[in-house]
């Protein structure tokens, strides 16, 4: 889970951070009055989950309370196009107003796991700021932490003095990393980055941007961070999603996939492209899905207008076959009663049932009889991705 970067500060200044004073513009009068209090010089900051705002024109010095609450007009609404973003963009929904201080030095720091070594990395670059993605590999200097130790004394020392900090800024620094290594372990972040991380004129170490993403199968643990998800932000159909205890991310293509286990999913999505086949979304039932989840599954998939052919390829174990059946029979029959009713849409099942009660699920499917979804079956997953990728070719010639 994603979080905009007033709610990462507000998180950071918890565990004892020092930020920049900020605060978030409910409207343009709002921002003028913040800009005032904050003695008239302010950063004022499009909230979206991407990074190189900056760049993309998001992030905007005013000098004066007019300026502010002219870029807060400007602003909300706005579409911005990053790097991250995609040539799509993302709508401003949130304006965050900051005060402007004088910077001296920028640096990079992040935190984010490393599967490989078993540890939190840190990176650090005194490259820090909008151009650190142009950065090349040398100038950043990584630190495998010790989940034993945590950020140690003379590592920490050794990275400040790579970054060329004085020896005045490396208790401060070494200070920050501690609090910020709390902030990811007690979080269960999956990644932490301050870009760019300041020395002041005045000598201060501060954040000026910070971006953190949370582990989602950790946040059971963490029901006061699930206040911070902006559902406005990213895919809908991902949040909506989650609540049944689905994995389900919106891809580009055309063929809607409904797979159980991560590792079967990718292997579908790779099969339909080898195929020529190109898939709508990655949609993993899990190990124990129920029939309610399944049909709240397959109807995310029919909501998206794109889709032309389901993909099911399910292999039965905990997850039994004749279960997934019955719960896409059951969103089958809502969608031919539903409101929405899917006017003139005519979409093909590709189901290859394996495993646990796999001849009871693909009987259940053959039993039902509707003119929109009309069922194929295939032996084994290739089989399954070449019909679909074929029927898609059909439905695109309809």
């Given at each position: 889970m994603n979080i905009h970067e007033?709610?990462?500060k507000e998180i950071l200044g918890r565990y004892g951070i020092a930020v920049p004073r900020g605060r978030l513009a409910v409207s343009a009068r709002d921002a003028a009055i913040t800009a005032d209090e904050f003695g008239g010089h302010v950063v004022v900051k499009a909230q979206i989950h991407a990074g190189g705002r900056g760049k993309a024109g998001g992030v905007r010095f005013a000098a004066t309370r007019d300026e502010a609450a002219s870029l807060y007009e400007e602003f909300?609404?706005?579409r911005?196009?990053?790097r991250q973003t995609g040539p799509e963009g993302a709508r401003v929904r949130r304006v965050y107003i900051e005060e402007a201080l004088s910077i001296a030095k920028e640096y990079y720091l992040s935190l984010s796991i490393d599967r490989k070594h078993a540890?939190?990395?840190?990176l650090a670059s005194a490259a820090g700021g909008g151009d650190v993605e142009e950065a090349s590999q040398g100038a950043f200097a990584r630190v495998l932490i010790d989940p034993c130790l945590g950020p140690t004394a003379h590592s920490m020392r050794a990275l400040a003095v790579s970054l060329g900090l004085e020896s005045a800024c490396r208790r401060m620094f070494?200070?920050?990393v501690q609090k910020l290594y709390e902030v990811f372990t007690s979080c269960d972040c999956s990644l932490l980055e301050i870009n760019p991380l300041a020395r002041l004129s005045d000598g201060r170490l501060l954040?000026?941007?910070c971006k953190i993403s949370f582990d989602d199968n950790a946040l059971f643990r963490h029901s006061e961070l699930l206040a911070y998800r902006d559902i406005e932000e990213g895919a809908p159909e991902e949040f909506e999603a989650s609540k049944y205890g689905l994995t389900y991310v919106?891809?580009?293509g055309d063929i809607g996939c409904m797979v159980n286990g991560a590792g079967l999913a990718m292997a579908t999505l790779d099969a339909l492209l080898l195929r020529g086949g190109t898939s709508a979304n990655f949609l993993d039932l899990g190990g124990g899905a129920s029939k309610e989840a399944v049909r709240k599954a397959f109807s995310l998939i029919i909501e998206d207008r794109r889709v032309k052919v389901i993909l099911i390829n399910v292999l039965g174990g905990i997850v039994r076959c004749d279960v997934v059946a019955a719960g896409v029979a059951e969103a089958i029959a809502e969608a031919s009663t539903a409101s929405y009713a899917l006017p003139k849409r005519h979409i093909p099942i590709v189901a290859r049932f394996a495993g646990n009660r796999a001849g009871e699920g693909r009987s259940l499917l053959?039993?039902?009889k509707d003119d929109v979804f009309p069922s194929r079956f295939a032996e084994t997953m290739d089989a399954a991705a070449t019909l679909a990728a074929e029927a898609a070719v059909a439905e695109g010639r309809r």
């Open positions: 007033y709610q990462a909300l609404g706005m911005l196009i990053t540890r939190i990395a840190l070494f200070g920050m954040p000026l941007d919106k891809l580009d053959e039993a039902i």
